[in-house]
């Protein structure tokens, strides 16, 4: 999973706590702890979703404006949407 160095930096200060992600197949899995730049990240839990379960609450703790950019950040290329707990 690939987070820009700002988002980690958001993710070390507890200012993120959540990403959502659409893929084919997750390239993380819950429990797991990939080794980014930024240092170890946590990956408390994956859950497959669908899109209108994503709330604005999750696009808070995802660091955007609102529900509406954080599904405009998906892109619809076909997959699961996944909610991803940091």
Request: overall charge positive; proline content about 3%.
């Amino acid at each position: 999973m690939l987070l820009k160095i700002d988002t980690l930096t958001c993710i070390k200060c507890n200012e993120v706590s959540l990403a959502s992600r659409q893929w084919r197949r997750p390239t993380v899995k819950s429990d797991g702890r990939p080794h980014t730049t930024g240092g170890e990240l946590r990956i408390d839990e994956v859950r497959p979703v669908t899109s209108r379960a994503l709330t604005s609450v999750d696009a808070a703790a995802a660091r955007f404006e609102s529900r509406q950019a954080l599904l405009g950040r998906l892109c619809d290329g076909g997959g699961d949407i996944c909610r991803v707990a940091l």
